[in-house]
């Protein structure tokens, strides 16, 4: 079953503005991830958060995470055409020892019109 | 550095048969999940290797399997192939198992007709 539910499930924006794409989950987590994926290639991971953590930074992106709501946001700030792709978030639970497996969300399509 | 690297990348086969997979992670890398997409239900773990071990399996049925080498190379196997496995697979490299970020490879679309 999914953990991870994105939030919208598709957006679309003119290149320029910040791109902001949500995601909720329902059990503790370890960490949060979000990945990146064009046209059904592979996945390109974009950013780790840990459950400690509340904000990080890298680059055009900004990612936050609320454990007490159970949510995360990605915000890709000053969009380019080439950031046109899909989204996942994907979580690592808490408590589990050997349990490492990623568990994705549905994905966000984000379309960036130049 | 080489990424992760999949072969093949496109495969047809007829139903009823079987395919093997291929995975070859990052150097170095002794951890390699698969997992499997299609548009119904989305990215969904298959298993986890680290040191020739399984690790972890999700819930898929008897039909997948999956080994690793000793060089950590991998492979997966769907015997008696089903239409619905019709799909892309996706193998993930990590030094470790510790769920940190994952590279990806750029998947096996197989097509089972």
């Known amino acids: 079953s999914q953990q991870g539910e994105e939030d919208p499930q598709a957006l679309s924006i003119q290149e320029g503005e910040n791109a902001t794409m949500n995601c909720s989950y329902k059990?503790?987590?370890?960490?949060l991830q979000w990945y990146r994926q064009n046209s059904g290639r592979g996945l390109v991971h974009l950013i780790l958060?840990?459950?400690?953590?509340r904000e990080k930074h890298s680059g055009r992106l900004r990612v936050t995470l609320d454990t007490s709501k159970k949510s995360s946001s990605l915000l890709i700030t000053a969009s380019r055409a080439a950031d046109t792709a899909s989204y996942f978030c994907?979580?690592?639970?808490?408590?589990?020892?050997?349990?490492?497996?990623?568990?994705f969300g549905k994905g966000i399509t984000l379309s960036v019109r130049p | 550095k080489a990424g992760v690297t999949q072969t093949p990348r496109y495969l047809i086969k007829t139903r009823g048969q079987q395919v093997t997979l291929s995975c070859s992670p990052i150097s170095g890398h002794r951890s390699v999940s698969w997992y499997q997409q299609t548009p119904g239900q989305g990215l969904q773990f298959l298993f986890e290797?680290?040191?020739?071990?399984?690790?972890n399996k999700g819930n898929f049925p008897g039909r997948f399997s999956g080994r690793q080498f000793s060089n950590s190379r991998s492979e997966m196997n769907v015997s008696t192939l089903e239409l619905g496995d019709s799909a892309l697979y996706l193998c993930?490299?990590?030094?470790?198992?510790?769920?940190?970020?994952?590279?990806f490879g750029s998947g096996t679309r197989l097509t089972v007709v």
């Open positions: 994907a979580t690592v639970r808490a408590y589990t020892g050997a349990n490492s497996k990623l568990t």
């Open positions: 958060i840990r459950s400690n953590e």
């Open positions: 993930a490299s990590s030094l470790v198992w510790t769920g940190d970020g994952y590279t």
């Open positions: 059990t503790s987590i370890n960490n």
């Open positions: 290797y680290f040191s020739e071990t399984q690790r």
